[in-house]
């Protein structure tokens, strides 16, 4: 069952924050973020495994409700780097299982 | 250490070819993903496959496409007589065994004329 994510698509201005959130119908071991730019490879954000561990680094952090099957990457001071799609990655098991991404995150940040 | 290696990066296909994407992981990873990515969609997992052994296939289509990761050389995915509707990305990723971090290459981008 893939996750779903929302918003669909968010646009910003330089500076602005964004919340993008992640929400799993099945109960999760751990939920990976990553970014994409058009016509390139996924890049690994961040791993969230435990519930309510909150994770970040620079000015893009992490939760994960273990109880609520969701997650929710935090973007702060948003800058123009930070233009891509993001995906939630799911994972079921904590066997290196594959990853089940989500819809996806449109994000556009303006000058 | 390369990252994760996918060759080639662009492949025309005429119908009824066959087309061979081959992925060769990072240094001491052991478990190979396939995924495919239709253009301005998401990534819909296909195989998962560790040396020598296929461990999930669950999203491989059943008839045409086939996947492999020999003990020796880079995991190959393979469709038979393909289609246009089999032009998409092709994302490879690999992992540690016990390291959930996976990493993409910079994937194989199929167009089935």
């Known amino acids: 069952q893939q996750p779903v994510q929302s918003p669909q698509a968010v646009i910003l201005r330089e500076g602005e924050d964004a919340v993008i959130n992640c929400s799993s119908s099945k109960a999760l071991y751990s939920v990976h973020w990553y970014r994409q730019k058009h016509g390139e490879a996924p890049v690994f954000l961040m791993i969230l495994l435990k519930g309510g561990e909150q994770k970040g680094h620079d000015k893009i952090s992490a939760s994960f409700n273990e109880k609520k099957q969701q997650s929710s990457l935090y973007l702060t001071a948003s800058q123009l780097s930070y233009s891509g799609t993001y995906f939630c990655g799911t994972e079921k098991s904590g066997n290196t299982d594959k990853l089940i991404f989500g819809t996806g995150t449109r994000l556009q940040v303006f000058p | 250490n390369a990252g994760v290696m996918q060759n080639p990066r662009h492949l025309v296909r005429r119908r009824g070819q066959e087309a061979r994407l081959r992925c060769s992981p990072m240094?001491?990873?052991?478990?190979v993903y396939w995924y495919r990515q239709l253009p301005e969609e998401g990534l819909k997992f296909m195989v998962y496959l560790q040396k020598e052994n296929i461990i999930d296939e669950s999203g491989m289509p059943k008839e045409r496409f086939s996947a492999e990761f020999p003990k020796e050389g880079p995991s190959i995915l393979r469709i038979q007589q393909v289609v246009r509707g089999d032009s998409a990305a092709y994302f490879c990723a690999s992992s540690r065994p016990t390291d959930p971090e996976a990493f993409f290459g910079q994937g194989t981008r199929l167009t089935v004329v």
């Open positions: 240094k001491g990873h052991s478990h």
